[in-house]
């Protein structure tokens, strides 16, 4: 299958700092990538989805001041948490569109924490 | 919009026997229907997908079948191994209105083989 990259793979920051999470697709062009959140547990909670060389689309509920993102490339999408918060804390996951078959591949995930 | 059921959430079987995942999906009009694995602190992996001109597919120790009347698909793993222990999602394509699509994922399936 197609190979998605996502770093990093855990990151520790103070409240009120920014982090930035990178995700590649290393073999394929992909137009689309979506990021989520997921929970202890839980299944996957669509935040967004990136779209290349145009402003993402947010669902609803999630604050696209705060979480920003960033498709410059066919193959790098970034996510962007802003003054991040306690509340923030959650493992964060981007996936990518292969446009040949429309098949979504996952990168391996970023367990934020913020203290 | 779609929504999909998954059941059971846990699910213990012994080491060779098989396991079935049920899902359910709302949207007559979603048309592929993927199936993910995710072990703890990593991102879900692609590892069978079904499209809706096809009842049912097979890929080694894995299958999928698909109801489109009834709405519904389901994962078989035959021959459990415990390397199969993890939680596993479903998924169904929404079509999007202006273009693309986007998945909706089941509550996810903690699928546990016991020695």
């Known amino acids: 299958g197609a190979v998605v990259s996502q770093h990093p793979s855990w990151v520790i920051c103070k409240s009120g700092t920014s982090v930035k999470i990178e995700c590649r697709s290393l073999?394929?062009?992909?137009?689309?990538m979506f990021w989520y959140r997921q929970f202890p547990k839980q299944s996957l909670m669509l935040m967004a989805t990136?779209?290349?060389?145009?402003?993402?689309?947010?669902e609803q509920g999630v604050e696209k001041d705060k979480f920003l993102i960033n498709h410059a490339s066919l193959t790098l999408s970034t996510l962007t948490v802003t003054s991040a918060h306690p509340e923030d804390s959650s493992f964060y996951i981007c996936?990518?569109?292969?446009?040949?078959?429309?098949?979504?591949?996952f990168g391996s995930g970023t367990q934020l924490s913020v203290l | 919009g779609e929504n999909v059921e998954q059941h059971p959430s846990t699910l213990s079987v012994q080491e060779g026997d098989s396991a079935v995942i049920k899902c359910t999906y709302s949207?007559?009009?979603?048309?592929?229907f993927p199936w993910y694995k995710q072990e703890l602190g990593k991102g879900p992996q692609l590892i069978i997908d079904?499209?809706?001109?096809?009842g049912e597919k097979k890929d080694q120790r894995i299958a999928v079948t698909l109801n489109k009347t009834a709405k519904h698909f389901s994962l078989h793993i035959t021959e459990t191994q415990p390397e199969d222990s993890a939680v596993y999602f479903c998924?169904?394509?929404?079509?999007?209105?202006?273009?693309?699509?986007?998945?909706?994922f089941g509550t996810g399936t903690q699928l546990k083989v016991e020695l």
């Open positions: 949207d007559s009009a979603s048309n592929y």
């Open positions: 079904i499209r809706s001109n096809v």
């Open positions: 996936s990518a569109r292969q446009a040949v078959n429309e098949k979504l591949f």
């Open positions: 073999d394929f062009q992909a137009t689309t």
């Open positions: 990136s779209n290349e060389g145009s402003k993402a689309t947010y």
């Open positions: 998924a169904a394509s929404t079509i999007l209105t202006g273009g693309g699509n986007k998945l909706t």
